[in-house]
């Protein structure tokens, strides 16, 4: 399976970029993938910014809104499945929503994921966004992926979740901070490990409202090997692997047959 993780640059300047222009660069950088990719993951918040709080509910959109109007199209132009990364979702009948976007090749939605886990303690994502509820899977061609962003990232008992609904590639969308660079290495090689299963990680690159965010997008194997990481800047990674790894490895090594305390959540299979 050929998978391209786009590590786009944000910057929340609406003077440098405005963000129907970045809709229309990043459509084009999905579209150049056509052929190359079967499935293109892009990173949380692109739109924004993910610390670019302030822009949240100004830029917020419909579901069906003018994002993924744009992803649906690129997606079926590249004929690829495609992780939209996340959006801020307007719910006309509730709050803000952190929300992930997967589409289909033909451009139909396959999934949407609302962010659990909101980052910010007392401020910002935590109290401006709403917490999603629901586990969420999606049956690729080759492989079932569950879908993750960014700050759900330590919280490991999701992944099982996840693994215990089918999941055999963890994507996970993020706009992760600089300083942290290290954890977000080390947390995705710990997620694919003790899952036995890829992780797709794919970050922003850019400076989000003075926060300089870590890029190093990365892709690491069911035994914690990277197969392929990039730099600071903004960059398409990609790489190719064989999914019949998860099974083999959970094969090989059975530890998760040795479990013996499980995590039971609402979920949902797109």
Request: hydrophobic content about 45%.
């Given at each position: 399976?050929?998978?391209?993780?786009?590590?786009?640059a944000?910057?929340?300047?609406?003077a440098?970029?405005?963000?129907n222009?970045?809709?229309e660069?990043?459509s084009?950088?999905v579209?150049?993938?056509?052929?190359?990719?079967?499935l293109?993951?892009?990173?949380?918040?692109w739109?924004?910014?993910?610390?670019?709080?302030?822009?949240?509910?100004e830029e917020a959109?419909?579901?069906?809104g003018?994002?993924f109007?744009a992803?649906a199209?690129a997606?079926r132009?590249?004929e690829v499945?495609?992780?939209?990364?996340?959006i801020p979702e307007?719910?006309?009948?509730?709050p803000?929503y952190?929300?992930?976007?997967?589409f289909?090749p033909?451009?139909e939605?396959?999934?949407?994921?609302?962010?659990?886990?909101?980052?910010?303690f007392?401020?910002?994502?935590?109290?401006?966004?709403?917490a999603?509820?629901?586990?969420?899977?999606?049956?690729?061609p080759?492989?079932?992926a569950g879908?993750?962003?960014?700050?759900?990232?330590?919280?490991?008992?999701l992944?099982?979740?996840?693994?215990?609904r089918?999941?055999e590639t963890?994507?996970?969308?993020?706009?992760?901070?600089?300083?942290?660079?290290?954890h977000?290495?080390?947390l995705?090689?710990?997620?694919?490990?003790e899952?036995?299963?890829f992780?797709?990680?794919?970050?922003?690159?850019?400076?989000?409202?003075g926060?300089?965010?870590?890029?190093h997008s990365?892709?690491?194997?069911?035994?914690?090997?990277?197969?392929?990481?990039a730099?600071?800047?903004?960059?398409v990674?990609r790489?190719?692997?064989?999914?019949?790894k998860?099974?083999?490895t959970?094969?090989?090594?059975?530890?998760?047959?040795?479990r013996?305390?499980?995590?039971?959540?609402?979920?949902r299979?797109a």
């Amino acid at each position: 399976m050929r998978a391209s993780l786009i590590q786009v640059a944000v910057n929340d300047d609406k003077a440098t970029e405005s963000v129907n222009a970045r809709r229309e660069r990043v459509s084009s950088l999905v579209r150049a993938e056509a052929g190359a990719a079967d499935l293109v993951v892009l990173p949380e918040l692109w739109t924004t910014g993910a610390f670019a709080y302030e822009l949240f509910s100004e830029e917020a959109e419909p579901l069906e809104g003018p994002t993924f109007e744009a992803m649906a199209k690129a997606a079926r132009d590249a004929e690829v499945w495609l992780h939209a990364g996340a959006i801020p979702e307007r719910d006309p009948e509730g709050p803000l929503y952190n929300t992930s976007l997967v589409f289909s090749p033909d451009g139909e939605l396959a999934a949407t994921y609302r962010k659990i886990h909101r980052f910010g303690f007392d401020k910002g994502e935590a109290v401006l966004m709403g917490a999603g509820e629901e586990l969420v899977t999606v049956r690729l061609p080759e492989t079932v992926a569950g879908v993750t962003t960014c700050y759900d990232l330590r919280f490991p008992e999701l992944y099982r979740g996840l693994v215990d609904r089918g999941a055999e590639t963890l994507i996970v969308s993020a706009g992760w901070p600089e300083r942290r660079r290290s954890h977000w290495t080390l947390l995705a090689q710990a997620r694919a490990v003790e899952n036995q299963a890829f992780v797709l990680a794919c970050a922003s690159a850019g400076t989000h409202a003075g926060v300089p965010q870590a890029g190093h997008s990365i892709v690491v194997d069911p035994w914690g090997a990277v197969l392929a990481e990039a730099g600071a800047g903004e960059e398409v990674l990609r790489v190719e692997f064989d999914p019949a790894k998860v099974g083999v490895t959970r094969e090989q090594f059975p530890a998760l047959k040795d479990r013996q305390l499980g995590l039971a959540a609402p979920t949902r299979r797109a």
